[in-house]
């Protein structure tokens, strides 16, 4: 009997040891969030060197856009983070066009390159990790400016933002598409079914505005995210200031969510709205001023079998010869409602609101010529949105702007625009914590915060990063060549790839 019962504790001790073995790496390694800084830096070039980047696992390598001088992916030794090793230059040359994104699975890089004529389908190169080999060439939708593997491997989906040339003559249609990565079978898929939602998506803050106003043509999809069981992706809808559901399997997409307006007059999204005020100053007196959240980066979380998606609400005009969005206040042509801004003339001057960049496009409610309301780009912030609803369940507010001022990396050069200029984001798992790293392009920063509780995330630091930062990589500690999490910002303006760690617990 004692030896059936020991022989019962022995299995039982292998059996717990076994699922502790099982248990993944980030989940194990606990680290201190706040002691985040900076470990290793490599400068690939000059301006547009170093853009997006993906690591591959399996070689310890970071494959970055290079756009700089040649159209070529860097190939960066990434085994020690400390002493980052430039290895070789992917040529791309021979595909034509110019690369925008990249990404990695189990060994295989996917590049998604725009073609030379910008209105004309892109493609997706695919290569071997390992020996650069091509494996496949895939035609997409015309500028492909983003590329996701899904997680699980099976698909490829790439964002084609479809943007009409500078007379704004040729507007190829905004589609997203789908690559079957076990035979390399795409489906491009437009948003055709909505058209007679159009009215709906319009009340709501959806955006359709460019000439002609062509439901198909106008949206352009900017970036994607997708779930955790690989089933279900999310675009954003960067111009149009809306996120499109999608069905990887069935290939159709469910649904359009508008994203509405930020009041800058509400409590806690005070705002520097002027460059030409001399002085950094968050004030809430703007009364029917509203941002578009237009996210850029999107990134999903599950929590409690709850779906969330989080946007860098950064903003994006159309800015072409055949046709211009912005103006500002401050333009004559700019006649504010006598009854909606009393004080107009005040409000007209440099100091106040006349730098502020607002959208042609939105404001005279009631059709009389004159503007009822401001509409400004992006809304300095990050949000937190519930994916299965569509609703605001969090946003930063003005606290990037404020711990941007706290910094010292605030620029209020661009307090007309776009201020700090959240453009990337990406999530985490650090030890039994989520944490989310926003880009900031505009303050050269990245923000790190808690998202343990995604609907309420709490800020933890910001860290200055290189000149720009167009790309944020998150590497969990079980990817990662030295076994801890890993931050990875490619900045655009300075060529630099920069790695961040954090000191275990």
């Known amino acids: 009997m004692k030896k059936i019962v020991l022989s019962l504790i022995v299995l039982a001790c292998i059996s717990c040891k076994k699922e502790q073995n099982a248990e993944p790496l980030e989940f194990t390694v606990q680290e201190d969030l706040m002691s985040y800084q900076e470990v ?18 399996l070689t310890k390598r970071l494959f970055a856009v290079n756009n700089s001088a040649v159209n070529q992916i860097d190939v960066i030794d990434m085994s020690d983070p400390a002493s980052l090793k430039y290895i070789t230059a992917i040529n791309l040359a021979a595909y034509g066009g110019s690369a925008n994104s ?3 699975y189990n060994g295989k890089l996917a590049i998604a390159l725009e073609s030379s004529d910008k ?27 983003m590329v996701t593997f899904t997680p699980d491997g099976k698909y490829v989906l790439t964002a084609n933002e479809g943007e009409p040339n500078d007379a704004y003559t040729n507007d190829p249609e905004g589609t997203v598409s789908i690559i079957q990565t076990s035979n390399y079978t795409v489906r491009t898929l437009n948003f055709s079914r909505f058209i007679d939602q159009k009215a709906a998506l319009l009340a709501k803050g959806f955006r359709i505005y460019g000439p002609g106003k062509n439901f198909l043509k106008d949206i352009e999809p900017e970036y994607i995210t997708v779930s955790d069981d ?3 992706a999310w675009v954003t809808l960067q111009e149009n200031n809306g996120i499109a559901e999608l069905d990887i399997v069935s290939g159709a997409f469910l649904k359009i969510i508008p994203l509405g307006f930020k009041h800058y007059g509400d409590a806690g999204n005070e705002a520097d709205l002027s460059d030409k005020d001399s002085k950094i100053e968050f004030s809430t007196t703007y009364n029917k001023v509203y941002g578009m959240y237009q996210p850029d980066a999107i990134a999903f979380v599950r929590h409690n079998g709850q779906p969330y998606l989080f946007t860098a609400n950064e903003g994006d005009a159309r800015d072409y010869g055949g046709f211009a969005e912005m103006t500002r206040v401050n333009a004559a042509a700019v006649i504010l409602d006598p009854v909606a801004f009393p004080n107009a003339s005040v409000l007209k001057t440099d100091a106040v609101l006349g730098r502020l960049n607002i959208t042609k496009t939105l404001g005279d409610t009631d059709g009389d010529g004159d503007y009822d309301a401001m509409y400004s780009l ?24 404020k711990k941007a001022q706290l910094l010292g990396v605030y620029d209020d050069g661009r307090s007309d625009d776009k201020s700090v200029e959240p453009e990337a984001i990406t999530v985490g798992r650090v030890g039994a914590k989520r944490i989310a790293i926003v880009g900031l392009e505009r303050a050269d920063a990245i923000a790190v915060y808690d998202i343990t509780n995604p609907a309420a995330p709490v800020f933890v630091k910001m860290i200055k990063s290189g000149d720009a930062p167009e790309g944020v990589l998150f590497i969990s500690a079980s990817k990662s060549p030295i076994g801890q ?11 630099v790839v920069k ?3 954090a000191n275990k617990l």
């Open 485 to 495: 999490s890993l931050i990875v910002v490619s900045s655009e303006n300075d060529g």
């Open 230 to 232: 690989s089933k279900t």
């Open 102 to 104: 990249v990404d990695v």
């Open 40 to 57: 290793g830096s490599l400068k690939l070039g000059g301006t547009g060197a170093a853009e997006i980047t993906a690591y591959d696992p």
């Open 378 to 401: 992006g809304a300095r912030s990050f949000s937190v949105w519930n994916a299965a609803t569509g609703n605001l369940v969090f946003d930063s507010k003005n606290e990037l702007d």
């Open 119 to 145: 209105q004309a389908n892109g493609k997706v190169v695919f290569l071997n990790t390992a020996s650069y080999a091509e494996i496949k060439v895939v035609e997409v939708g015309a500028l492909p400016d």
């Open 499 to 501: 790695v961040y760690k």
